[in-house]
Structures are given as C-alpha cells and as structure tokens.
C-alpha cells in the first residue's frame, strides 16, 4: 500500500524559513518522480514543484520560484521542500504527491496523495 | 485566479448524469493530452479519477469518464450517487514544464 507521511508544517514568520519532510513507503521511491501541491484553506489546489526520479530535473511555479527548493533522499525514501522567504500567501495545506503513469511524460498527473500538512506564515 | 476554468458549482439528482467543463488554451488543455481530473471530499486527500483525458486509474468507477475538445475537457458523472458529492478539480500540463488547476467544482447531489 503505498504512504505518504508529510511532516514539518507548522508556524513560520514572514521571511522565515520551513522545511517539509514526505516519508514514502509502499513503492519504488526511487523510480518515481514527486511533487509538491499546496491547497489554501478553504480554497483550489495550486502545484508547486515537481522533481524526477534522480534529481536531475527540478521545476517549479513561478510563485515560489527563487524562494523554495525541492530535494529528495532516495536512500531514505524521503522528498523535501526547503520554503525560505516566506510570505503570507504561502499559507496552505501542503501535499506530498507521487506522480502517476502517463504515455506523454513525467510531470502529468498525481496518482497518489499525503494527508498534507498546514503551513501558516504569520508574525 | 486559476488558470484553467471549472464552474464553481453543479448539482444532480441520483441516477442522473453531468458534466464539469474545464477551459484552457493552447498551451495547456488544447496543446497536451494531459488532463487529469481529481475528486476531493472534505478534510480529504484529492483523489485520481481520470488522467490522460481519458484514462481511469485501476480501482476508478467507470461511471467517471473523461473527454476533450479543442482547449475544453469534460468529466461526465453517470448514474450519480450520493457519495459523489463531493469537489472536483481539473489539471493539465502546461507547455514550459508546469502543471495547472482549475478552480475546482462543487458538485452537489440533490
């Protein structure tokens, strides 16, 4: 069964800095590309990034572009979101999401889903 | 503002049909055969219902089914039930290597 624990939210100062942890289990972790998505309370879901399986290709939205880094440990089975500069806007549920199959690329569609966890950016 | 447009809201009656729009242009909808639609309900992991425009995921009703037209895709919902109510969402890849939403609909079953 595949898992994805997400860990790490909580509160965080405007210009501060966060760090998510997403423990994967269930799959080959290090076959599958990942991604990122965050939810505002209350609100529709917007993507945030997206790595592949090796780390060699990294993308992100242009709202957190500069400011936000995706890495992965695939000894670990474990994907990470460094959040620095942090902004209001930024508050939002964030998933942890494994990409699933597609016949046109990697970064197409999110076949499974953390419970996320809630980032607040509040002085 | 989501890039990509749903209607905020549709409503059916058990045993009936709909459908949820999902508009976009060229760079995302109409240019890629990369559309996912995704089911949400409250306090709850988005769920894959659709991917590929038409594709279902093993484990996915075949009462959800997907389509696209020119920048347009469509989910169409049959023989509803009352465990569909629930908020639905569009994707797509987007030419430059980032994906998009829709806003996200809300589907109540009457």
């Known amino acids: 069964e595949v898992q994805l624990l997400e860990s790490g939210g909580g509160l965080g100062q405007p210009g501060g800095s966060l760090r998510l942890s997403c423990a994967a289990s269930?799959?080959?972790?290090?076959?599958?590309?990942m991604s990122w998505v965050r939810q505002t309370p209350g609100k529709g879901l917007e993507w945030v990034t997206g790595i592949s399986p090796g780390s060699s290709d990294k993308y992100y939205a242009d709202s957190v572009k500069g400011r936000f880094t995706i890495s992965r440990d695939n000894s670990k089975n474990t994907l990470y979101l460094q959040m620095n500069s942090l902004r209001a806007e930024d508050t939002a549920v964030y998933y942890c999401?494994?990409?699933?199959?597609?016949?046109?690329?990697?970064?197409?569609?999110?076949?499974?889903w953390g419970q996320g966890t809630l980032v607040t950016v509040s002085s | 503002q989501s890039a990509l447009t749903q209607p905020a809201s549709v409503s059916g009656s058990p045993g009936q049909s709909i459908t949820i729009s999902c508009s976009g242009t060229s760079s995302d909808v109409g240019g890629h055969n990369s559309v996912s639609w995704y089911q949400q309900h409250p306090d709850k992991a988005p769920k894959l219902l659709i991917y590929?425009?038409?594709n279902r995921p093993s484990g996915v009703s075949n009462r959800f089914s997907g389509s696209k037209s020119g920048n347009t895709a469509s989910l169409t919902i049959s023989g509803l039930q009352a465990e569909d109510e629930a908020d639905y969402y569009c994707?797509?890849?987007?030419?430059?290597?980032?994906?998009?939403f829709g806003g996200g609909t809300k589907l109540t079953v009457l």
């Open positions: 994707s797509s890849y987007r030419t430059g290597s980032t994906v998009e």
């Open positions: 999401a494994k990409m699933g199959q597609s016949s046109t690329g990697w970064l197409r569609n999110f076949d499974y």
């Open positions: 269930g799959f080959t972790f290090s076959s599958q590309a």
């Open positions: 590929d425009v038409t």
